[in-house]
């Protein structure tokens, strides 16, 4: 099946900073990518829809200044954490989905814990 | 507006029994339905999709899930559950092809030897 990677896949950083993740699909253009965070034991929630070139669509109270989604090729995505706190401590997932709408793969996630 | 239901937040098994995991949506149209399973610390994975046709469809490891009409579900089940099965398990539905998934609140299964 396709691939999803993220890096990093785990990182730590102080309150206050910022933290870029990315999200490729190896092997398949991504013409939509999605970003979830998952919290301890909790499900996965949408945080925003991004289209290839287009502005990402975000969910009801994500706020798209701190959480800036940028997807300017067919296979990366960036989720940039800004002046990010201890509450953003979370698992951070995308997914990826080609032509076929019926696919969506997911990342292995990255782990970001603000101290 | 769509919703999935997983009743049961925790179940423990003994390895070799069988498995059944409830999943209970909300939509009025026939949805796609999904099952992913996470292993800790890690991302998810597909164990199998229902979008139309045989209602009880296969999937990897094992795993099979039946779409139920009626009763709004579909069950995922494992006639012998191996130690490596622990882990947890997502439900989720799309109403179409290019809509978002929802997901449930997932079932943590843990397998005693």
């Known amino acids: 099946g396709a691939v999803v990677s993220q890096h990093p896949s785990r990182v730590i950083c102080k309150s206050g900073t910022s933290v870029k993740i990315e999200c490729r699909s190896l092997d398949f253009q991504a013409t939509t990518m999605f970003w979830y965070c998952q919290f301890p034991k909790k499900s996965l929630m949408l945080m925003a829809t991004s289209n290839e070139g287009s502005k990402a669509t975000y969910e009801q109270g994500v706020e798209k200044d701190k959480f800036l989604i940028n997807h300017a090729s067919l296979t990366l995505s960036t989720l940039t954490v800004t002046s990010a706190h201890p509450e953003d401590s979370s698992f951070y997932i995308c997914?990826?989905?080609?032509?076929?709408?019926?696919?969506?793969?997911f990342g292995p996630g990255t782990r970001l814990t603000v101290t | 507006a769509q919703s999935v239901t997983q009743p049961d937040i925790h179940i423990t098994v003994s390895e070799g029994a069988s498995l059944e995991l409830r999943c209970n949506y909300s939509?009025?149209?026939?949805?796609?339905l999904f099952w992913y399973v996470q292993s800790p610390g890690q991302g998810l994975q597909l164990l199998l999709k229902?979008?139309?046709?045989?209602?009880l469809v296969q999937g990897i490891k094992g795993f099979e899930a039946e779409f139920k009409r009626s009763q709004s579900s579909f069950n995922l089940r494992k006639p012998s559950v191996h130690w490596s099965d622990a882990a947890e398990y997502f439900c989720a539905v799309r109403s179409g092809g290019y809509n978002k998934l929802i997901f449930g609140a997932g079932t943590r299964l843990a397998v005693h030897p």
């Open positions: 939509y009025g149209a026939t949805p796609y």
């Open positions: 229902y979008f139309s046709g045989d209602t």
């Open positions: 997914s990826a989905r080609g032509v076929d709408p019926g696919e969506q793969y």
